[in-house]
């Protein structure tokens, strides 16, 4: 609250109390005191709005973070990274705009406001009435003119887009327009969007021109009002000059609230789109256990018995699934694209779980063990691994905690990187990435394997995760790899004959099944898809030119 | 998706970017002059109230009368009206300010886009550009506009409270505005404070970013990592930060703001004491007092909102010289002033002036490299009569792809010439090599639109049954037709509503209807189904009959049936011949042709490989 009840209390008093009149300091201090104490609550106000903002703001960016790492393995085959990040990042920001400002303004505005009608009523009744004559109008004017804004603000919107997809295209098809030499059509084109959405901002901007306009009228009028009839009121001897000037003051303070209507309507329109946008990443499933789960030592023996996967979108993609593994032993998997290889070894490391039929490690039900212990005891190299924006040496640890210096430098001589990484100017301690190196597509590959090697896992997994490999560095990685991990069972996906060839047992499948298995020297004896790509890639040069 | 840094925000105020930018606001000159005009009215007007709340305590309140109240409920009425107008007209005129000055930067920054060399895309990401036409030129506009209202208001406003202020009384003027001083110190002090905390808190926004962008992409590596608690560790390390930083922003502007206040308060203290004494001692009268006490609380409200003001400049500025530095990126390639004359530019051809191609072309000891890379060709030559066809073999990086961004122009050469129908093209304008060139990519670009806006993107006055003759000719025509509204069907942003293969097609289709002499083939790896890839076969074959073309080939059949193979090996032309002749030289092409031979058989029966 500020000085207004003081004001009035020293104008009255100079119209009667002497010994205020004496001593107007006093009231002067009481000012700068009663100020002092409104800047106290200010500072509050202020800072307590603040932690409890930006204190949503961390929570809800923390939620989304942790959500975001353990949603199910699918959510992110489909996710779109871009929209996501604008949930996570502006959204999130609308959220916390809002708490901050608005919603605190809102509660100051309601206390001001009663506050205020509360020492007018007491003050002079009819004068009250008075001052609140044409706020009722002045409410109903603004939310009705939001509504009707609302669509101008739409087209806005839409005009941007448009404006960006062109943008867009052009920059990204930049080539096709150079090569058909069509910047004067692409300088029209844009120069209709720029143009439109120029249009409809200046149309929004007059709406609102009007809005502001007539709402200023209104509430100045209302000043007005409140200001000439005060004056024939005191001056006809029914208020002290006192209460008129407390009256005047205090219209601000009514009106200033209900000004603010239109932007808090807008901006809770906006908040609550943005709610919205963030409720959906917080309601897609978890990829958690329902029950607690076993965490038995692995040894690394494998069966698989009749298992059947579907996708929640209903295809079929592995169909009775039947194979044993001992630990220890090499297997490997060769199909054409879509045949199911990496689905097979993602229902292996619990990224999906399988339909029916059972999945046994060392005769547990792999459904029954723990999700996040069977993946710390079965190392995976993705196809396209992905490596984290830190240096490579932060990358590699990350495997295992407290893992030392030797052994990565060791896991990475196996995966044949070591030379790679100490050749870079910072060696291991090299930053990948945005702002640092950029690996090539098989540095990256080995990189993981490396990362996976540091794990020291019973089950290894590598998807197709020497493909950009060289045939020699990838025979040498299988050939280290068999020396130093000799009782730790391997899956490898290739269609490389030698890879395979090399296996103790090979899987062919094709449209989620197993079509062939069994060794290479029982595979290339028998037709099928195996001796075709055997045949292909023991071509005699001679051959094709003949 | 590409994220970029957010810029280090130049602290200072940099003069000469804001006289740059003057030359944007110039043609709004009238627009600005009167927003000038109606903000000092309003701040004007702002100013009066106060005076007419005086005069009804002295002249009606004091004196005990009515006669002439509504006269001045009727003056006041007048000033209500004109305010409320002047609010009209600052917006509208605000309005057009911040819409023109908006249009106007894109418009110009576009043009530029459209005429900068592919060495300024290659190294720029789009995401980057996106911004600065987007949001960095609406942050500007916003700014130099409504900016310019409030700093146009606070200024007269402060300014005439001050003059009639002093005018009234000027001891008591003096007296009450002797906390001045004092603010503005306070107001430097944490102005500066709030917009370094600001900066601070911008800059661990963008690490957050990154942050979400790294979990999103990494997630499945972090899944099978079982990484997800440390990662979310490391996350609330950058949010804590974030809280910290924000709320210590925060902090400084809760501390500033009930300071101005009390400052403020400090100002109608002592208006109140010296003018109380004064109103008894009858040297000044009730209203006076009244005007001066709403005048101290009213004077300091524009230096609440300075900080606000003052670092939406800033961030301004930021965006001003990022969008600047857009604009004044100069092409590296241009034409001549006399090309110009005699070819016009892009923009304004003159192709009434243009020489007709045939289609000869001459690479003489070219050299090339790349910005900051090494030398991809050296003393390259090469010779190629009008109507051949040439296949470009050759690892990734050999500098096949440099052969056709030279040849297209795209890049020009360090030393030596290229030649076409014998005449060096730098003679010619771009405009007149390009339209005479066809260019097919890897990636098929499609601009959304119909099926047939993006064929006649070729030839832009092609009538609708040459579209279709077109099509007919890459084999388009059946597919298009099965589409849901044949020609009229739109594709989509970038074509996403096709598949690969069928925008293929479409690109085709586009590029025939342009009719080049000069046909470039860019040929995709990507993966389509055999039947498909045949009528893709098929399709180049047409294009290709009678041009000059070279193609940067993947497939064996594409390759086979080029008039001459060049087999490029670290920018030089290692072999040189048709298919039968290399084959029998078992070189490099052999070795080539035998890998490939393989990998397209496994790939009929594993589908993608190698992707």
Not at chain 2, 246 to 275: D, E, K, Q
Request: charged letters at 25%; one cysteine or more; glycine letters at 8%.
């Amino acid at each position: 609250m500020n000085a207004p009840i003081w004001v009035m209390n020293i104008i009255e008093s100079i119209g009667g109390q002497d010994t205020l009149r004496q001593n107007i300091w006093m009231c002067s201090i009481a000012v700068v005191l009663l100020s002092l104490i409104n800047g106290i609550f200010t500072y509050y106000k202020g800072k307590w709005s603040a932690v409890a903002s930006e204190s949503i703001a961390q929570n809800m960016k923390d939620t989304l973070y942790d959500k975001l790492q353990n949603v199910r393995y699918d959510y992110y085959v489909k996710a779109e990274t871009g929209d996501l990040i604008q949930r996570c990042t502006s959204d999130v920001d609308t959220v916390r705009r809002f708490l901050a400002i608005q919603l605190v303004e809102v509660g100051r505005a309601v206390f001001m406001l009663g506050m205020a009608i509360a020492i007018m009523f007491s003050l002079d009744v009819r004068m009250t009435l008075v001052s609140m004559s044409i706020i009722p109008g002045i409410f109903l004017f603004s939310t009705l003119y939001y509504m009707k804004v609302k669509e101008s603000f739409l087209e806005c919107d839409e005009s941007e887009g448009q404006l960006t997809t062109v943008l867009q295209e052009n920059l990204t098809g930049m080539r096709v327009v150079r090569a058909f030499a069509r910047q004067p059509y692409e300088r029209d084109k844009f120069d209709e969007v720029n143009r439109d959405f120029r249009g409809k901002v200046s149309n929004l901007i007059s709406l609102l021109a009007w809005y502001w306009s007539f709402s200023d009228f209104l509430s100045m009028l209302q000043m007005g009002i409140v200001l000439v009839s005060g004056v024939y009121w005191t001056v006809s001897g029914h208020m002290t000059l006192g209460t008129l000037v407390v009256f005047t003051t205090y219209e601000g303070m009514l009106l200033w609230p209900v000004r603010l209507m239109g932007r808090i309507l807008t901006d809770m329109g906006k908040t609550s789109v943005a709610l919205g946008r963030i409720k959906e990443i917080l309601d897609e499933p978890l990829d958690k256990d329902e029950k607690e789960g076993l965490k038995p030592e692995i040894q690394g023996n494998i069966e698989f018995q009749h298992v059947n996967f579907k996708y929640e979108n209903g295809k079929e993609v592995l169909k009775d699934i039947t194979f044993k593994v001992k630990k220890g032993q090499t297997v490997a998997i060769l199909g054409p694209t879509g045949s199911g290889k990496s689905t097979l070894m993602h229902l292996l490391h619990r990224l999906y779980d399988y339909d029916s039929g059972s999945i046994k490690i060392d005769g547990i039900e792999l459904r029954d063990i723990d999700k996040k212990w069977i993946r710390e005891k079965i190392g995976i190299v993705l196809q396209e691994p992905f490596l984290y924006s830190k240096t490579i040496k932060e990358n590699l640890k990350m495997a295992k905690k407290g893992v030392d210096e030797d052994r990565i430098y060791q896991s990475a001589r196996i995966a044949h990187v070591h030379d790679v990484i100490t050749s870079f100017e910072k060696g291991y301690d090299t930053l990948v990435g945005e702002r640092g190196v950029t690996l090539s597509g098989g540095q990256k590959q080995r990189v993981a394997i490396t990362r996976a090697l540091i794990k020291d896992c019973p089950i290894l997994i590598f998807d197709d995760s020497l493909s950009a490999v060289d045939t020699e560095t990838d025979a040498a990685i299988r050939k280290a790899l068999k020396e130093r991990k000799k009782d730790v069972t391997t899956f490898i996906i290739s269609h490389r004959i030698n890879t395979l060839s090399e296996a103790d047992m090979i899987l062919v499948m094709e449209e989620g099944r197993i079509i062939e298995i069994g060794k290479h020297e029982t595979l290339v004896n028998k037709p099928g898809l195996y001796r075709r790509i055997w045949e292909i890639q023991n071509t005699k040069e001679d051959d094709l030119t003949a | 998706m590409t994220t970029y840094q957010e810029q280090e925000y130049n602290k200072k105020i940099d003069l000469s970017l804001w006289r740059k930018l003057f030359k944007y606001v110039m043609p709004y000159k009238k627009y600005m002059i009167r927003l000038t005009l109606v903000m000092m009215a309003v701040g004007g007007i702002d100013v009066i109230f106060p005076l007419m709340t005086r005069y009804a305590i002295d002249n009606f309140v004091i004196e005990g009368k009515f006669e002439g109240l509504w006269i001045f409920a009727a003056v006041y009425g007048l000033l209500v009206l004109i305010q409320a107008t002047n609010v009209k007209l600052l917006a509208l005129n605000a309005g057009s300010i911040e819409t023109g000055v908006i249009y106007d930067i894109r418009r110009k920054g576009f043009d530029n886009l459209q005429q900068l060399s592919f060495s300024y895309y290659d190294k720029t990401p789009v995401g980057w550009m996106m911004a600065r036409m987007t949001s960095d030129v609406q942050r500007l506009g916003d700014t130099i506009a409504w900016g310019m209202v409030d700093m146009v208001w606070g200024f007269t406003m402060m300014v005439g409270i001050a003059i009639v202020m002093l005018f009234i009384n000027f001891r008591l003027a003096l007296i009450s505005l002797s906390v001045v001083p004092l603010l503005a110190i306070a107001s430097v002090y944490f102005q500066q404070k709030i917009l370094k905390a600001h900066r601070r808190v911008r800059k661990i926004n963008s690490r957050i970013t990154g942050a979400f962008n790294e979990g999103i992409m990494g997630a499945k590596t972090t899944k099978t990592l079982v990484r997800e608690e440390e990662n979310l560790k490391e996350f609330k390390g950058l949010t804590l930060e974030m809280f910290d930083s924000s709320v210590r922003a925060a902090m400084y502007s809760a501390v500033y703001l009930p300071l101005v206040v009390t400052l403020g308060s400090i100002g109608t203290g002592l208006a109140m004491w010296y003018g109380g004494k004064a109103v008894m001692l009858e040297t000044i009268s009730y209203g006076t007092l009244v005007l001066f006490i709403s005048y101290t609380i009213q004077f300091f409200e524009p230096v609440r909102d300075l900080a606000r003001i003052f670092s939406e400049f800033q961030s301004a500025q930021a965006s001003a010289e990022r969008i600047m530095s857009l604009i004044d990126t100069k092409p590296e390639i241009t034409d001549t002033p006399e090309v110009l004359e005699s070819f016009g530019d892009v923009f304004d051809p003159k192709p009434e002036n243009w020489p007709e191609i045939k289609g000869d072309i001459t690479f003489r000891d070219v050299n090339f490299s790349y910005k900051d890379g090494e030398e991809v060709l050296e003393n390259f030559n090469l010779e190629v009569k009008a109507g051949q066809s040439i296949a470009l073999v050759g690892e990734t990086g050999s500098g096949k792809s440099t052969i056709v961004n030279l040849l297209c122009r795209f890049y020009e050469p360090v030393s030596g010439e290229i030649l076409i129908d014998g005449v060096n093209y730098k003679e010619r304008s771009q405009a007149w090599l390009q339209s005479n060139l066809g260019y097919v990519l890897q990636t098929p670009h499609l601009f959304s639109g119909t099926v047939k806006d993006n064929i006649r993107y070729g030839k832009l006055d092609a009538a609708d049954e040459d579209i279709t003759n077109a099509a007919k000719m890459v084999n388009a025509h059946e597919f298009i037709m099965k589409l849901e509204k044949g020609y009229e069907t739109e594709v989509g942003e970038g074509g996403s509503r096709l598949s690969t293969g069928e925008k293929q097609l479409i690109s085709f289709a586009r590029a025939i209807l342009a009719d080049p002499r000069i046909f470039v083939l860019d040929e995709a790896t990507s993966s389509v189904d055999t039947e498909t890839e045949k009528i893709i076969q098929d399709a180049i074959q047409k294009v290709l009959k009678g041009r000059t073309s070279f193609i940067i080939a993947h497939r064996l059949s594409t390759i086979r049936s080029a008039d001459r193979i060049l087999v490029i090996s670290h920018g030089k032309i290692i072999e040189d011949g048709n298919h039968s002749k290399l084959m029998r030289e078992k070189g490099h092409y052999y070795r080539l042709y035998t890998n490939q031979f393989m990998e397209e058989q496994e790939k009929e029966i594993l589908g993608r490989v190698n992707e």
